[in-house]
């Protein structure tokens, strides 16, 4: 299996207060993502990093904030956590048009 | 942004094929298209993904139309086990993006 670990895998938290999923990789590969499910709408692509402190928006990106300070590490920041943001967020990892490889995901409870 | 359209659920019966198809009319020359599949509680997971000449590996092969608009993912026999949802994808740039899915119901 890729080395792709999420963090954490479960959480509840209260509306408004700030919320940061991690997902880290030991696979040293350029491309992550963040994405979101939720029923009925698939995987929707959240931000994505071409490389360290390269970030872009995807499909769905409103609320939510990025960084990647390292190659190995992807921060998802939800700044003020609201009820549409519960999900399970999934985080991927690729080399340029070969396949991806997403970790377990992150179930979020936004109460 | 990739778009891609798949029928939203099909059935098939348990050691039969299965042909999976999906429409990418906005792909572009350098795209690869990408198959996964996701099964229940759990994360997507890779299943092919090809150029343009059709591909196969331990999986499933992959029949990529000569405009490459479209493409199949062929499931030889399928098991219980497949039974998933399937998406179909190519990269748009650095963007990879996910349609709906084609939920596969294997009937015993």
């Known amino acids: 299996d890729a080395g792709i670990t999420q963090s954490p895998r479960h959480k509840v938290t209260e509306t408004g207060t700030p919320v940061t999923l991690r997902c880290h990789q030991t696979e040293n590969h350029r491309y992550m993502y963040w994405y979101r499910q939720d029923p009925g709408h698939g995987l929707r692509l959240i931000h994505y990093?071409?490389?360290?402190?390269?970030?872009d928006k995807g499909e769905v990106s409103d609320g939510y904030s990025v960084s990647r300070s390292k190659t190995e590490d992807f921060l998802l920041t939800l700044e003020s956590a609201t009820s549409s943001q519960t999900s399970v967020y999934f985080c991927?990892?690729?080399?340029?048009?070969?396949?991806?490889?997403f970790g377990q995901g992150t179930r979020l409870t936004v109460v | 942004d990739a778009k891609t359209t798949q029928p939203n659920s099909m059935e098939s019966n348990e050691e039969e094929p299965v042909h999976l198809p999906c429409n990418h009319s906005?792909?572009?020359?350098?795209?690869?298209i990408h198959w996964y599949r996701q099964l229940p509680s759990q994360g997507p997971e890779y299943v092919i993904h090809g150029l343009t000449s059709n591909v196969n590996n331990r999986m499933a092969s992959l029949a990529i139309a000569e405009d490459r608009k479209s493409s199949t993912l062929i499931l030889h026999r399928a098991t219980l086990r497949d039974a998933a949802v399937y998406y179909c994808t190519h990269n748009a740039g650095n963007m990879l993006t996910f349609g709906g899915g084609t939920r596969l119901m294997v009937k015993p």
């Open positions: 990093s071409y490389g360290v402190k390269d970030t």
């Open positions: 906005t792909i572009s020359g350098t795209d690869y």
């Open positions: 991927a990892i690729s080399v340029q048009n070969t396949e991806a490889f």
